[in-house]
């Protein structure tokens, strides 16, 4: 496998700061040592509770480079992380499952990097999902999930975009992922998860006690047509500091043959600002599910003073699967209309993806 290799220009050592440094080896020697434990604990296969029994692992590797056709910029990040999913079971059934994702993502030249990066070039070790869903007590109906995961809101709940240049609406509400506890099942025909969490992200760590009381009730995720209602409250933590969230919002999924049409619609408040968001995805998946095109609308309304405030980003496309365990994607955003002091580059962005 070749990787993209980008110059990455003069760099001057002498600002580089002892504890950018000390970063890098500490998220490699906890990287290092999850991994050590991980291939230590699945030579038990042949016990009950032996990780490699019912599981599947990858190692995940990515390549992203996203230019900015406004000013001619280049932002690169590359990813490299461990995926392992294990299902434990007893003689009565299933226990739980283990879903533990730790990432390692470096920056190069990257404006405005999520809060826990010291700035736009630098590495760190990142917890995409870590969580264990205990299941046992009464046959999936009710569940019990603790540690890092999706925070239950909207399209994300049954939605997967972890790693994907493909996304939906959690940066409205300014976070993807949180630690936390979450109760969760699937009944007859409500599927459901109600979630309190840290609200700091991918920090365990935080400053100004924030946290976030989450929850989706929706129709089953396996039908062609399903709806859901999300709630969302609570103080994120973010680069600025603690920001008040509050939003209700609604979210519907129509699956037709190759297409699929999905539509999300939130409304509420951030730091006392009345805000209403809208999104829509149209998409067709080829017969063999080797390609895939999308295209998204989103619509932001806010009313910082007496009037509402709009602005709309377009969005278009594409996955390309040569092999099940390769992927290219290529994504192109727009801005359309303006929202005061929120500009929006207008980016187009490739992705090459292989997990073995």
Do not use: C
């Not at 434990?37 to 009950?48: D, H, K, L, M, Q």
């Not at 009464?138 to 019990?144: E, L, P, R």
């Amino acid at each position: 496998m070749s990787f993209l290799i980008f110059n990455r220009g003069t760099v001057n050592v002498s600002t580089r700061s002892l504890d950018a440094t000390h970063g890098l080896l500490r998220s490699l020697i906890l990287f290092l040592s999850a991994f050590i434990i991980f291939n230590a604990v699945t030579v038990r296969a042949e016990t009950p509770w032996g990780l490699a029994q019912n599981s599947r692992f990858a190692i995940d590797i990515s390549s992203k480079i996203s230019r900015n056709i406004d000013t001619h910029h280049s932002a690169i990040s590359h990813v490299f992380g461990l995926d392992f999913h294990k299902v434990f079971t007893a003689d009565s059934g299933d226990i739980g499952t283990l879903v533990f994702q730790p990432y390692i993502v470096s920056l190069n030249n990257v404006p405005n990097p999520p809060f826990f990066f010291d700035d736009g070039d630098d590495t760190e070790l990142t917890w995409r999902i870590a969580n264990f869903n205990y299941t046992a007590l009464s046959d999936g109906k009710f569940n019990i999930r603790f540690g890092h995961f999706e925070i239950p809101f909207g399209l994300e709940q049954n939605l997967d975009t972890n790693g994907t240049l493909r996304q939906y609406t959690f940066s409205d509400r300014g976070i993807k992922a949180d630690w936390g506890i979450s109760f969760n099942g699937i009944l007859t025909n409500l599927d459901y998860e109600i979630a309190l969490t840290r609200g700091s992200g991918n920090e365990v760590k935080s400053q100004g006690n924030p946290y976030i009381i989450s929850g989706r009730l929706g129709t089953p995720s396996h039908e062609n047509f399903v709806v859901g209602l999300s709630w969302f409250y609570g103080d994120v933590l973010g680069g600025s500091g603690i920001t008040e969230r509050k939003y209700l919002g609604l979210d519907f999924a129509y699956y037709h043959h190759n297409w699929e049409l999905l539509l999300e619609v939130s409304g509420g408040q951030t730091e006392q600002v009345d805000t209403v968001n809208l999104l829509m995805e149209v998409s067709w998946r080829s017969a063999l599910e080797n390609l895939h095109l999308y295209a998204q609308w989103k619509n932001s309304q806010l009313k910082p003073d007496n009037d509402w405030e709009a602005g709309d980003d377009f969005i278009a496309g594409l996955r390309w699967f040569p092999s099940s365990n390769f992927e290219i994607s290529t994504q192109f955003v727009k801005q359309l209309d303006l929202v005061k002091q929120q500009e929006k580059p207008t980016l187009l962005t490739l992705q090459i993806r292989l997990r073995i």
